[in-house]
């Protein structure tokens, strides 16, 4: 146990670390009276301190300083004061010199590890680590040094510390939930999962484990995740984050009512935005209400006229509806946009075919072909346009790849090819 009578932790008075749970207070280093006069100096000091009145116990300390400039204990009482008042800059400066006088004074090493840890988390693995080793059976240390090295970068230190500080205190759940974040974010989501479980044991509505587990399932694709996230919501309901990715892994399931209704409690109290119409969008097209989706999207694409994305997607289902002008329009937006997508090209290929714009489809069959040797199917399509063209040559020769190509994997289409063969061959001899 660390000795002496209670005094409040850097952590409440000047870090506000949303890691930490309010600290009980930490104890100051006992005094043991000096046989001289500066003795008042330090009784006075240490009495507006137990009261609480930082700014008067001060001018005593700095009195007594200036008299006994190497009493490290002074120094502590003074960057302890500094600190209660959010004075930083002052308080390092006296608990760096209290450290240098007494380097196994464990107070003044934790205090000024924590002052340190938000604003330098590398200049606090040096103190931190000193109190680990002054203060092996305390877990508190070890959880601090684990957050000064994981915000310095050093996953693999940090998770070392919050293992000792789990040790130490199995039911330290803030040090579980904090190793599970760690290893979430290495990469390890099975060994995540398992710390945020056991930290779930101690504290069941705790809002950052409940993310944590939902996180690390989500990650190993566990078609838990959806309830992790609905336990998670409940705790904490305004996190739209959280709630359209519960959305995005409900479409994967297609449970699309379940979708749409999450969805529309993100967007309660706020309007519409382009991702959250794209989404309601693809809902929709699972729904198969493409007539619905047609109107969401010509929402979201008034809300971002230039997302080729939109004017594509809205443009493929004004294909499937065989509304080809509309299909048309959207599709060159897009293209507009996009010139590179042969996505976009492709679904505007189709158009002018299923319109009967066999020019257009030749056209556009062509731009693809610059970017990527035509498989079959394009070659059909190519012959029976030039075939509707009455252009004979060209017809024969698409025909013929499309044969060579497809080696008889859609036999309907083999026949009628090797048929329209047959007949302008002998349209060919009679010219």
């Known amino acids: 146990m660390i000795r002496g009578r209670n005094l409040v932790l850097l952590a409440a008075l000047a870090c506000s670390l949303p890691t930490l749970p309010a600290q009980s207070p930490q104890p100051r280093p006992s005094t043991q009276k000096l046989r001289n006069p500066l003795n008042d100096l330090l009784d006075e000091a240490q009495s507006a301190l137990d009261k609480s009145d930082y700014n008067a116990a001060i001018p005593p300390l700095q009195k007594f300083i200036e008299q006994k400039p190497d009493v490290a204990f002074a120094h502590f009482q003074l960057g302890y004061a500094y600190t209660a008042l959010k004075r930083p800059a002052e308080a390092r400066g006296e608990y760096e010199k209290a450290v240098a006088l007494d380097p196994k004074m464990p107070e003044a090493q934790l205090n000024l590890g924590i002052l340190l840890l938000e604003t330098d988390p590398q200049a606090a693995v040096a103190p931190l680590t000193k109190a680990v080793e002054l203060l092996p ?48 974010k290495a990469n390890r989501p099975a060994d995540a999962e398992a710390k945020f479980r056991a930290a779930l044991g101690l504290e069941p509505k705790s809002p950052e484990a409940l993310q944590g587990l939902a996180l690390s399932l989500d990650q190993q694709k566990k078609a838990a995740a959806v309830d992790a996230y609905r336990e998670y919501l409940a705790v904490r309901p305004a996190d739209n984050a959280a709630r359209t990715r519960l959305v995005h892994l409900l479409v994967e399931e297609q449970q699309y009512d379940a979708a749409l209704s999450e969805l529309d409690q993100a967007g309660r109290d706020q309007p519409p935005s382009v991702d959250s119409l794209r989404l309601k969008a693809d809902i929709e097209i699972g729904q198969k209400k493409l007539d619905a989706a047609i109107v969401t999207l010509k929402e979201a694409v008034a809300l971002a006229p ?39 090209w492709k679904d505007l290929s189709s158009t002018y075919y299923l319109a009967g714009n066999c020019p257009g489809a030749l056209e556009t069959l062509e731009v693809i072909a610059k970017a990527e040797t035509p498989g079959a199917g394009p070659w059909f399509i190519r012959a029976l346009c030039y075939d509707k063209l009455n252009q004979v040559e060209p017809a024969l020769d698409a025909y013929r790849k499309f044969l060579e190509l497809d080696a008889n994997k859609n036999p309907d289409q083999v026949w009628q090819a090797t048929q329209r063969i047959h007949v302008l061959e002998k349209m060919e001899k009679k010219r």
């Open 137 to 184: 059976s305390e877990s508190r240390p070890r959880y601090l040094l684990g957050l000064a090295e994981e915000r310095s970068g050093d996953s693999l230190g940090a998770a070392e510390a919050l293992e000792g500080a789990a040790r130490l205190d199995p039911k330290d759940a803030t040090a579980l939930t904090e190793l599970g974040r760690i290893y979430a």
């Open 306 to 344: 230039t997302d080729a994305q939109l004017h594509g997607g809205l443009g493929r289902i004004y294909l499937e509806t065989r509304d080809f002008p509309d299909a048309e329009r959207e599709l060159k937006a897009a293209l507009h946009v996009d010139r590179q997508n042969l996505v976009y």
